[in-house]
């Protein structure tokens, strides 16, 4: 039979396995486990220049400035897309993408 103590550090202990997470429910946290991933999901036109950029289809930017550049996508980021590993266009300048539509599976 357990002690009161014994119950008590068990509590304790259990306790902090535990953290509060902010919906009010409780997960546990496992200290000797793989870091988690974090997902993210692309939304808009970033979602069409990961697809172009996976299938390797070439895309027409046409910049803010009126200038057209050509090319495929090699590496994208949070604010710039890179095009045929020599090309760094900022996101902010681009004013209009065009990517052929049997990128979409479409004829």
């Known amino acids: 039979m357990q002690t009161q103590e014994d119950i008590r550090a068990q509590q304790v202990s259990e306790a902090r396995r535990r953290t509060l997470t902010a919906n009010g429910g409780h997960r546990r946290i496992v200290k000797n486990g ?7 999901i692309s ?14 289809s070439e895309v027409k930017l046409t910049l ?7 090319g495929k996508v090699t590496a994208r980021d949070k604010y710039t897309i ?13 004013d209009l993408f065009v990517v052929p539509a049997e990128l979409f599976g479409e004829e």
């Open 82 to 94: 890179t095009l045929d590993r020599t090309q760094v266009i900022y996101k902010h300048a681009i």
């Open 43 to 56: 939304k808009g036109h970033d979602a069409i220049l990961k697809l172009a950029q996976e299938k390797r």
């Open 64 to 70: 803010a400035s009126g200038k057209t550049v050509a």
């Open 34 to 40: 793989p870091p988690r991933q974090r997902q993210t």
